[in-house]
């Protein structure tokens, strides 16, 4: 099971090929980046419990959604003890159930497409800011409810790769991206 209380550089890789539940829509996840709050100037918890980024505090096992340039709801995992802030952004995935919503809300965009990139995975889920600060279930067995989010854990660990985030301006080189190599629904580089 993977524990949501560990730092966010930890959880990251352990996302990989696991499902994001929110209502019928399941998405495989194949890239994810970590925050690190108060450590990291690229993280919107770097400045402390603003009230954009509170959520990043704890308690863990919630989400945090932001709206990006204005139109985009990118979502978060919040991890680490409570008081403590990081969290990792979904940024590519694969929908693997609930297509016909998923496709309703981002159009005629090409199958590998629809949750590559966190406004994207954003769009494919509906999320909304609403939403943030909502409780994320752990789930197993193949067992999913069907209302608010939840997140199946992979049977095994992916393959992945590590390096630098991608689309920010600070703290550029720190390796906190996390990514299945070579998955047509990865956002950044793939290889």
Known sequence: MI???APATEVAPLLLGATIWRGPVGIRLTEVEAYMGLNDPASHAFRGPTPR???MFGPPSHVYVYLSYGMHHCVNLV???DGEASAVLLRGGQVISGHDDARRRRGSVPENRLACGPGNM???LGANLEESGDPVSLIGNGAVPAQGWRLEPA???AEFRQGPRVGISR???APWRWWIPQDPTVSGPRA
């Open 155 to 157: 049977l095994e660990t």
């Open 79 to 81: 991890c680490s003890p």
């Open 122 to 124: 954003g769009s494919a």
């Open 171 to 173: 703290n550029t080189d």
């Open 3 to 5: 524990d949501l209380s």
């Open 53 to 55: 980024a509170r959520v």
